[in-house]
């Protein structure tokens, strides 16, 4: 089974407006880690929020944040006030264990995001 | 900029060949990891070491790929034999702080 599911190939969004891009995983560890990540056309790799299973708030880093819905199994990423340079793929992904005594980094597909003016 | 150093950026070489990739990690003694990208796809996970150990390899790493971390400090990953099937973007990442995993920029393979 995949342990990291992101159902929207490609999302579009007006600028200024907020977007949701929805993850769902799996795991059967009681302590794991959820990551974004932004990657544009250059191709690197950009870390953008974090949130432990045991964090009970909901995690923000100034317009991203996560919406964690720890029974539904799902950590959506939130993007308020889209820009035209938030057009990029967006990557969610999984630790199974604590930190860097954890496993490496599982991700899923990706959701392609489509900013206009 | 992650300070995660990757090099080369880009390489093209001629299937059978031998290639090399470095990666200068910010942090000599955390955890080191190395990913492969095919177009349209997610990082998969190739292997990762703690200082200089090698810990895990994913059975995506087939014999003809081999990673070293010497002294903890940077790392090299090596491609014998190239196939055009290696065509990718290597990644590799580092751990700062407890949790974030910062990339590099990644070394993008093309096998003519």
């Known amino acids: 089974a995949q342990k990291i599911t992101q159902t929207q190939p490609g999302m579009f969004v007006q600028e200024k407006e907020a977007v949701t891009l929805d993850c769902t995983y799996d795991?059967?560890?009681?302590?794991?880690?959820l990551f974004w990540y932004k990657q544009p056309s250059s191709g690197e790799m950009i870390f953008l929020i974090y949130?432990?299973?045991?964090?009970?708030q909901n995690a923000t880093e100034g317009r991203y944040s996560l919406n964690f819905q720890k029974a539904r199994k799902s950590a959506n990423l939130v993007i308020s006030a889209s820009q035209l340079g938030d057009s990029a793929m967006y990557f969610c992904a999984m630790r199974e264990g604590a930190g860097q005594a954890g496993t490496a980094l599982i991700f899923g597909k990706g959701t392609t995001l489509s900013v206009s003016s | 900029d992650t300070g995660v150093s990757q090099d080369p950026r880009h390489k093209i070489t001629k299937r059978g060949q031998n290639v090399t990739f470095r990666c200068d990690p910010i942090?000599?003694?955390?955890?080191l990891y190395w990913y492969r990208q095919t177009l349209g796809q997610g990082p998969e996970f190739l292997t990762y070491f703690q200082n200089e150990a090698q810990l895990e390899k994913s059975r995506l790493l087939s014999d003809r790929f081999s990673a070293e971390r010497p002294k903890g400090s940077f790392s090299t990953l090596e491609i014998q034999r190239t196939e055009q099937g290696d065509s990718a973007m290597y990644l590799c990442?580092?751990?700062?702080?407890?949790?974030?995993?910062?990339f590099g920029e990644g070394s993008r393979l093309t096998v003519l």
């Open positions: 795991t059967s560890d009681q302590s794991y880690g």
């Open positions: 990442a580092n751990h700062q702080g407890a949790e974030e995993l910062f």
């Open positions: 949130q432990g299973s045991y964090d009970e």
């Open positions: 942090s000599e003694h955390n955890r």
